[in-house]
């Protein structure tokens, strides 16, 4: 009785042991399959497009992000891009200008234009004390250097003298230089430092003969140089626009 009773006992005890094991193992490779199930979903759902709930995949985020981005970057180097085309415009005004200057000194412009002096000096010098009476009178001024420029070139229609050609040759540089900087080829401040005295003296002169060329038939005649003069020019603006 005693032995067997313990035999029993021990038995059970072994029967329930083992099925206490075969419980917790079940329990371990549920939870273990359920942890794996998870891992499997979380690199799927990383690796698969995710779709949120306004309907847009992940891609379709980055895409948009990445769009915004490029709209920043534009709009940024805009500006940039307009300020450094402005400026090389600008300085092809200037080499163009100065392009200007050396033909003034090589085409025989200068040449023609000091000729022009040379025969103005005597008539400037016996009308000196007459110049210097008249004081600020603009229109009084204006008379008198327009007397001398006509008595320079003789006061007659005909202009085939070599004052009258010389007189043509510089009037036909300053129109250009004009028309130049009024098209914003050239840069009107270049010029005007360059021939802004030489042109003011020569109008001074010859204005008057130019009027009579224009009288002549020659419409429009010396304008641009009057427009120079004055600073009747339109001057370059920032991309023509500012």
């Known amino acids: 009785m005693g032995d067997s009773s313990i035999k029993s006992a021990a038995r059970a005890k072994r029967s329930a042991e083992a099925e206490g094991e075969r419980e917790a ?11 794996a199930h998870t891992g499997v979903g979380i690199i799927e759902g990383a690796l698969s497009p995710h779709t949120p709930h306004d309907g847009r995949s992940r891609l379709n985020q980055w895409d948009e992000i990445a769009a915004l981005v490029l709209k920043i970057v534009t709009v940024l180097a805009l500006p940039f891009g307009l300020f450094e085309y402005d400026r090389q415009k600008a300085d092809a005004r200037v080499t163009q200008s100065l392009a200007l200057v050396q033909e003034w000194e ?4 200068r ?11 005597p008539i400037y010098s016996q009308n000196a004390a007459s110049i210097q009476a008249v004081g600020d009178d603009k229109d009084g001024l204006a008379l008198l250097y327009g007397n001398i420029g006509e008595t320079v070139t003789g006061k007659d229609d005909a202009f085939v003298s070599e004052a009258d050609r010389d007189v043509d040759k510089v009037f036909q540089f300053f129109e250009r230089a004009a028309i130049c900087a009024d098209q914003a080829i050239c840069d009107y401040g270049v010029l005007k430092t360059f021939f802004g005295s030489e042109s003011g003296s020569f109008w001074l002169y010859f204005s008057k003969y130019a009027e009579r060329r224009q009288t002549d038939g020659y419409a429009g005649y010396g304008e641009w140089t009057r427009k120079f003069v004055s600073g009747d020019v339109r001057r370059a603006r920032f991309l023509g626009l500012f």
Request: glycine share 12%; net charge positive.
């Open 25 to 35: 193992a079940l329990r371990t490779g549920a939870t273990a399959k359920q942890a």
């Open 106 to 109: 090589s085409g025989g412009y």
């Open 111 to 121: 040449d023609a234009y000091t000729r022009i002096n040379d025969l103005l000096w």
